[in-house]
């Protein structure tokens, strides 16, 4: 009887030594942590010249990061005889938040005085003049819920001239000088990627140049840039 008694004690030590759940898991976990922040981003999407205006993107594909050389030529009355020259930068835009978007000029050169006879920032006109949603993945109606500033609604390539052929802008790029939000709306996105055609807002970006008898000099070279933002 002691014998037996001494075995089974035994026993019970050893199975106290053992892990508690040695035989008994059968699930687990992997945790997933991280986090969604505002985003926006703006991109390059097409281009429509006004008469002899002529320009391209780097990289010259469609949704690539916005870098686009617009060059409006000759611009002297009596060499270039069209109305206007210029062209029309189409943008897209996409956030997953309200946004505001502001340009600036940032470079200028060969720009002058109008009081000398110089062709000068004001010379070249300036306006949004097209807001379309690009498809059924944005949020809502980004393009008829957007706010464009004051005077930068006007297409300057349609602009009136005065009686010395003059053009009439609402805006101009002189306007951008110091920075100036143009516009800002709500959230664009509705999911999608920076890669996607259908979850964004087109912005049409328009410049447009009057030739008039300018004093002579080449080249002249503006650079807006453009700073979207989710504030």
Known sequence: MKKTLSL?????????????????????????????????AIRWWSFAPTNSGVGSNAPATQNGALDFSLDVSDVAA?????????????????????????AQVTASSGFGSVAAGD????????????LTNSGPKVFGDPATNSVVSPGF???????SKDVDEEPIFSATIDDLSGGVQIISG??????????????????????????????????????VTYTLATP
């Open 153 to 159: 609604s006007a297409d300057p390539a349609v602009a």
């Open 119 to 130: 062709i000068a920032l004001t010379d070249v006109g300036f306006g949004l003049s097209g």
């Open 78 to 102: 009596g060499n270039n005889l069209d109305s206007y020259t210029g062209g029309a930068v189409q943008m897209m835009i996409r956030s997953n938040a309200p946004f505001n978007l502001t």
């Open 8 to 40: 089974v004690a035994a026993g019970l030590v050893v199975a106290s030594l053992l892990p508690v759940d040695a035989f008994a898991q059968s699930t687990g976990n992997v945790n997933i942590v991280g986090r969604v922040d505002k985003a926006a």
């Open 186 to 223: 709500p959230r664009v996105s509705n999911r999608g990627g920076v890669g996607s055609p259908n979850n964004g807002m087109l912005i049409d970006t328009s410049y447009a140049i009057g030739p008039q008898f300018y004093s002579p000099t080449d080249p002249i070279q503006a650079t």
